[in-house]
């Protein structure tokens, strides 16, 4: 009986040794410093930041650490006005600067698909905006929106078309307002690169049969060019809600969640009780819950995708 369990075993023991050994254990083994990697730097803080949104974790209390809680921080946030105003806020911060950035992206990719002549260079140029630091963008506008000092009320100033500064940046409406601006400044130029990759892709064949047909632009816009970029546009939105969700550097340069927190978002929200108040606890339990955010708009998102390539091939 003996015999048999080690004559069996013997295959096996074979058979691993000739796969690390064989060459089709070479793209593992050079993958796997990369996966060590991952694995420390984003797995290990993943699910320490998660034990501790279980926890009373205060930065001046490193005990705390260890000192279970259960579901009190997510209890609390429940009751907590601060933190649902930040969410609302941030869930309009998002569909309003997807809207106009994806808006304003189609209005320039189809501009610049109708040039000519130079089309490299103004492709180059569009991209200018998304290579700026957010920490950059974020300075930039709140020098043009200083009341004071600012280039944008000395315009007006000069024009005469005001007679006393315009507090951009110290109204609560104004300053959401100037955050939006200088975040779809920064950022419609994805849209406008990735819908004009989808203008460039789109074949001839059905724009000249439409044409042949008597349809005039508008209709051949809306029922070929349309619903061909749909796949594109989605793909943006997908891209641009996880990272609009996560706004942090522009609002905490341009307003810091002034005045009186009207612009204040989860992130700039998250940092201050982290950091400031040293709850490091309930802003990870925030994290968490802001996680819904980011999941209903790429699920979402995700849906409109996969219906707008059965429709797209159901078309074909």
């Known amino acids: 009986m003996t015999t048999d369990v080690q004559t069996l075993s013997q295959p096996r023991t074979k058979d691993r040794v000739s796969f690390f050994a064989s060459p089709r254990a070479i793209p593992y083994m050079l993958l796997l410093p990369a996966i060590v990697v991952i694995l420390s730097v984003v797995l290990v803080p ?72 130079g089309q490299r260079t103004l492709r180059t140029i569009m991209m200018f905006p998304m290579m700026f630091s957010p920490i950059l963008v974020g300075f930039q506008f709140k020098y043009i929106f200083n009341d004071s000092i600012g280039l944008l009320n000395n315009a007006l100033f000069d024009l005469h078309i005001i007679s006393q500064p315009i507090p951009w940046l110290v109204d609560g409406t104004l300053a959401n307002f100037s955050i939006i601006f200088a975040e779809i400044w ?79 978002l989860l992130w700039t929200l998250m940092t201050r009780t982290g950091y ?32 707008a390539r059965t429709f797209m091939g159901g078309a074909q």
């Open 46 to 117: 993943l699910l320490v930041s998660f034990w501790t949104s279980f926890t009373a974790y205060n930065l001046t209390k490193p005990a705390t650490l260890f000192q279970f809680v259960g579901l009190r921080n997510y209890q609390r946030l429940l009751t907590n006005a601060d933190f649902w105003w930040a969410f609302g806020r941030t869930f309009v911060f998002v569909t309003i600067t997807l809207n106009l950035e994806m808006l304003l992206g189609l209005g320039l990719a189809l501009l610049v698909n109708k040039i000519t002549w």
């Open 186 to 264: 920064m950022s419609t130029s994805v849209f406008a690169i990735l819908l004009l990759a989808g203008l460039m892709a789109l074949p001839k064949e059905p724009l000249e049969a439409a044409r042949v047909d008597g349809c005039n632009p508008l209709q051949v816009f809306q029922h070929i060019t349309l619903p061909f970029l749909m796949p594109f546009v989605y793909i943006a939105m997908t891209i641009r809600s996880l990272d609009v969700a996560r706004a942090y550097d522009m609002v905490k340069i341009m307003t810091n969640g002034g005045p009186a927190g009207r612009t204040e």
């Open 276 to 307: 400031q108040n040293s709850q490091m606890g309930m802003a990870n339990a925030m994290g968490y819950v802001s996680i819904i955010l980011s999941i209903v708009f790429t699920f979402y998102f995700y849906r409109k995708l996969v219906a």
